[in-house]
């Protein structure tokens, strides 16, 4: 009897940044959602630490940081011995591809990046690590083919720069990168500021207005009792009059695994001091998984390195495969072994 075909999974790649401060943002638009695509799809998971130096870093808070980072991704879920976890500083060719990349970016396609115009008007001195920052993202993307790219709204501009780059490539020297597609959560996609609720919630702000993933459960009851409301009493979703109403309702709903007409359902005929407490409950109960295994993942050092070692060495095969293809139809000599 004949065996049946094996399908093949689909590749994901992903990556976050270890600067400032991992946020409830972070965790439910884009951290929760990664560890159960681990049964779907073959996953790449990386601490992009070349894209934070596009800004001045404190050298030792940046090695801080990103042994925390890459700390984290185990500790909302990811399994290192299941998906390939490492530094993006770790693997070389991230350099590499983004230089050949770069080399067929126009000057044209970067200036209209959304978030570089945002980041470079706060910024006294631009330098062109920000305005390059795009090829680099592509370039981690297309060394390991991934099909998707889970990514909250405000990446899939890069991401659609990314497709067009690949396409780009494979229409000039033949096919060689897979066209990744953007991977969007349903729920929770953008957390909004508890101090201003039509923005997204953000590490570079002030902290009462975001929940810090390492927030004690104290501080975190805390900032949701100084979260905006409004002047009515009744708790319904409506983004356009009840912003900051809403973003309660919705980050109740994503930390429960409930809809929003449920977490509607829960507080009716309740005040806005009920409200708060409770998505403040929903937040610290379902942090406090997280925030264990963070804790002890950060008191074990040596396991941490030896696990970075390990993804970096499983990540520098796949990307150096990729690299040479292209440097092959690039033209380049490549070393005889």
């Known amino acids: 009897m004949s065996q049946p075909e094996t399908v093949s999974r689909k590749r994901i790649f992903s990556g976050v940044q270890p600067t400032g401060t991992l946020t409830l943002g972070n965790y439910l638009g884009a951290m929760r959602n990664w560890a159960p695509l681990q049964e779907e799809y073959d996953c790449i998971y990386c601490v992009v630490d070349q ?90 993307i297309l060394l390991y083919n991934a099909d998707g790219v889970p990514v909250g709204e405000d990446q899939k501009q890069h991401v659609e720069l ?8 494979n229409s000039a020297y033949s096919p060689t990168f897979t066209v990744p597609e953007p991977i969007t959560p349903k729920i929770g996609a953008r957390i909004k ?23 004690a459960p104290d501080v975190i009851r805390q900032k949701f009792r100084r979260a905006v409301t409004d002047s009515e009493t009744d708790i319904r979703f409506d983004v356009e009059n ?17 809809t929003v007409a449920e977490a509607e359902a829960d507080f ?48 520098n095969d796949m990307a150096m495969r990729t690299l040479s293809k292209v440097y092959r139809k690039l033209g380049f000599v490549l070393p005889q072994r």
């Open 51 to 140: 894209h934070a130096i596009t800004v001045r870093q404190e050298p030792a808070q940046l090695r801080a940081k990103t042994l925390e980072v890459f700390a984290m991704l185990i500790a909302v879920g990811l399994r290192p011995e299941q998906s390939v976890l490492y530094v993006q500083s770790h693997v070389p060719a991230h350099s590499q591809m983004a230089w050949a990349l770069g080399c067929m970016t126009g000057m044209g396609e970067l200036s209209r990046m959304t978030q570089f115009k945002d980041k470079s008007a706060k910024q006294e001195q631009i330098y062109s690590g920000l305005f390059t920052y795009p090829t680099l993202m592509a370039a981690d």
């Open 162 to 169: 990314t497709r067009d780059l690949a396409m780009r490539f």
């Open 193 to 215: 500021s508890l101090a201003e609720p039509t923005r997204k919630m953000s590490k570079s702000d002030e902290p009462h207005t975001y929940i810090a993933l390492t927030d």
């Open 242 to 258: 009840k912003p900051g109403v809403s973003n309660l309702l919705t980050i109740y709903a994503a930390m429960r695994g409930v």
């Open 268 to 315: 009716a005929g309740q005040g806005y001091g009920t409200l708060k407490d409770g998505v403040a409950e929903a937040v610290v109960s379902g942090l406090a998984p997280v925030q264990q295994s963070l804790n002890d993942l950060l008191a074990d050092k040596d396991r941490l390195y030896a696990l970075m070692q390990e993804g970096a060495a499983r990540a």
